[in-house]
């Protein structure tokens, strides 16, 4: 089993900045695969970005691609999604998850824990 507590997130102005973190209890994070996802009301959960344990390369939507970066430390057994440039369409509950070895990192389905969730609002 694993607990992701999430952390950050809030109201912000456009262009400005947030940091969330996602920190795991309960098992390793090694050798997860970490995601993040978002879903605005009345909208699918929609993938954010994901970082393979291996070999390391992060991917991105083309929505956040430029602006935000996921980044993990191990020895914390946490992952962050620093936003940058925010945008009001980036409004939005994020999530942090795990994939402990499926395929498809852009799919919810393949990932098997979930954090608690924390809105993102971005004010214009």
């Known amino acids: 089993q694993v607990q992701l507590v999430q952390s950050g997130g809030g109201l912000v102005e456009v262009g400005g900045s947030l940091r969330l973190s996602c920190a795991a209890s309960?098992?390793?994070?090694?050798?997860?695969?970490m995601g993040w996802f978002r879903q605005a009301p009345g909208k699918e959960r929609e993938f954010v970005a994901a970082l393979p344990w291996s070999p390391g390369i992060a991917y991105y939507a083309d929505a956040v691609k430029g602006r935000f970066t996921i980044s993990r430390d191990n020895a914390k057994n946490t992952m962050y999604l620093q936003m940058n440039s925010l945008k009001p369409e980036d409004t939005a509950v994020y999530y942090c998850a795990t994939n402990y070895g499926s395929p498809g990192y852009r799919i919810p389905n393949m990932y098997d824990y979930w954090g608690q969730g924390t809105q993102v609002t971005v004010s214009s």
């Open positions: 309960g098992r390793t994070l090694r050798p997860a695969t």
